[in-house]
C-alpha cells in the first residue's frame, strides 16, 4: 500500500504565501509524476501543477508566475510554494502520485487534502 500525507495548509491574508508538502510512504519502487489539484466549494477539482520524475513542470494558468511546484526524491515528497495568494485560491489542495509499487503494478494516488484560505 502506498500513502499520501499533505501537510502545510492554513489560513492566511491576500498577497501572502504558503507552503504545502506531501510525503510519499509504503511499498514504493518509483514515482513517476506527481501533483497538486485543488477543489472549491461548489466546484469541480482542478489541476494545479505537476512535475514529472525528470522534473519537468507544468501549471495551469490561473497560478502561473505565483507557484511554484518542486520534489526531493531522497524523501518521496512534493512541495507547493504559492506566493502571492488569492482569495480565489481558496479551496483544499490534493496531493497525487503515479507509482510503481513493489510489485511492479502502477496505480495513482491521491492524498486526503489540505485546506487553503485566502482571506481578503
Known amino acids: 500500500q502506498v500513502q499520501l500525507v499533505e501537510s502545510g495548509g492554513g489560513l492566511v491574508q491576500a498577497g501572502g504565501s504558503l507552503r504545502l508538502s506531501c510525503a510519499a510512504s509504503?511499498?514504493?519502487?518509483?514515482?513517476?509524476?506527481m501533483g497538486w489539484y485543488r477543489q472549491a466549494p461548489g466546484k469541480q477539482r482542478e489541476f494545479v501543477a505537476r512535475?514529472?520524475?525528470?522534473?519537468?513542470?507544468n501549471y495551469a494558468e490561473s497560478v502561473k508566475g505565483r507557484f511554484t511546484i518542486s520534489r526531493d526524491n531522497t524523501r518521496s515528497t512534493v512541495y507547493l510554494q504559492m506566493n502571492s495568494l488569492k482569495p480565489e485560491d481558496t479551496a483544499v489542495y490534493y496531493c497525487?502520485?503515479?507509482?510503481?509499487?513493489?510489485?511492479?503494478?502502477?496505480?495513482?494516488?491521491w492524498g486526503q487534502g489540505t485546506q487553503v484560505t485566502v482571506s481578503s
Open positions: 497525487n502520485a503515479n507509482v510503481v509499487a513493489i510489485s511492479f503494478t502502477t496505480s495513482d494516488y
Open positions: 512535475i514529472t520524475s525528470s522534473e519537468t513542470t
Open positions: 509504503g511499498s514504493i519502487r518509483r514515482i513517476n509524476a
